[in-house]
């Protein structure tokens, strides 16, 4: 596909569950990064990645998040013991990152809608 | 924590009328973008301006910056019911990493 897809796009988790949210980004795209949009906000970052190198973890709210993109290409968000305040969708987005750019644009997935019960 | 406070939170016009969203924000930038989101999509981005420039325009959407007040106006002219969305806009806080920090949306709904 042309774009960044994401799976599931919708998840039903009863608490305490562990949940893996998939993001396949464009095809050659260097720079990963996922956010997480609470109901009638926007979007916060969570993490990025350039490659397959994890460079910013600062947005995790907490040891029950955690991220990979071991081959440079597809990452999973994990999330451990879910709680009901990890209800939120989850995007995705994936930039070129082309060198000597001072801005590469980043192009969003649709989401995964996660509900915890 | 956001970064950007848009208003008003929510709008609504009729088609043909002119839409416009403000948006503020705290630290110094070095670009700013408008994104939108219709309702269960992600975001697509619509423009880009950066921290030299005053104005730009495309299409029908002019975005303004004004970096003295640290805020940003987005017109959307002659609007249509499809422009029905959220639109958000987006700093980097002067970090060239390619990190985003959003406000927390205006809610536009057109009429026909």
């Known amino acids: 596909g042309a774009g960044v897809s994401q799976s599931p796009r919708y998840k039903v988790a009863k608490r305490g569950q562990d949940v893996a949210l998939r993001c396949d980004p464009i095809?050659?795209?260097?720079?990963l990064f996922w956010y997480q949009q609470a109901l009638g906000q926007g979007p916060e970052f969570l993490t990025y990645?350039?490659?397959?190198?994890?460079?910013?973890k600062s947005g995790l709210p907490s040891d029950r998040f955690f991220a990979e993109r071991p081959e440079g290409s597809v990452s999973t968000l994990k999330i451990q013991r879910t709680q009901q305040e990890d209800s939120a969708v989850y995007l995705c987005?994936?930039?070129?990152?082309?060198?000597?750019?001072?801005?590469?644009?980043?192009?969003f997935g649709p989401g995964t809608r996660l509900t915890v019960l | 924590s956001q970064q950007g406070e848009e208003d008003p939170q929510a709008l609504s016009i009729q088609e043909g009328e002119n839409a416009t969203m403000n948006c503020s924000y705290k630290?110094?930038?070095?670009?700013l973008q408008w994104y939108r989101q219709n309702s269960g999509r992600g975001l697509v981005h619509l423009i880009l301006?950066?921290?030299?420039?005053r104005e730009k325009h495309s299409g029908r959407l002019r975005v303004t910056l004004d970096t003295s007040k640290k805020s940003s106006s987005l017109l959307i002219t002659a609007s249509r019911a499809a422009d029905t969305a959220s639109y958000f806009c987006?700093?980097?806080?002067?970090?060239?990493?390619?990190?985003?920090?959003f406000g927390r949306g205006t809610q536009l709904t057109v009429w026909p």
């Open positions: 987005a994936s930039s070129l990152n082309q060198a000597g750019r001072s801005y590469n644009e980043q192009f």
């Open positions: 095809s050659g795209h260097v720079s």
């Open positions: 990645f350039q490659n397959e190198a994890q460079l910013d």
């Open positions: 301006i950066r921290s030299n420039e």
């Open positions: 987006a700093t980097d806080r002067g970090s060239t990493l390619g990190r985003l920090y």
């Open positions: 630290t110094s930038i070095n670009n």
